[in-house]
Nanobody, 120 residues
């Protein structure tokens, strides 16, 4: 089974930028959608951005115009460019692949999360 590992999180001042990347131990040759979710302690995990296999994208209203999701076609994993960050973006960010198929196995995959902290 594939394992996902996020990178690129860290601390940044308001207005700053970060780029999150997601590595997979196995390349997905097929997927339904992939994306980024975030979670604050005590709250449910929420969708931030998704990219579908046909190239469509979907964003949470709170991040539209500031965050951009893309797909690394070589690795078939998602990346997230985060601009003009605000303290409300502080959370643990998780990489997700839905219906990801590698070898003969297809399933839902989550990374372990990467912390993003926005503060002055």
């Amino acid at each position: 089974q594939a394992q996902l590992v996020e990178s690129g999180g860290g601390s940044v001042q308001p207005g700053g930028s970060l780029t999150l990347s997601c590595e997979s131990s196995r390349r997905f040759y097929k997927f339904t959608d992939m994306g980024w979710y975030r979670q604050i302690p005590g709250y449910q995990r929420e969708m931030v951005a998704q990219i579908f296999s046909d190239g469509r994208t979907r964003y949470a209203d709170s991040v539209k115009g500031r965050l951009t999701i893309s797909r690394d076609t070589a690795k078939n994993t998602p990346s997230l460019q985060m601009n003009n960050l605000t303290p409300e973006d502080t959370a643990v960010y998780y990489c997700n692949v839905q219906g990801g198929c590698s070898g003969s196995v297809c399933g839902v995959y989550w990374g372990q999360g990467t912390q993003v902290t926005v503060s002055s």
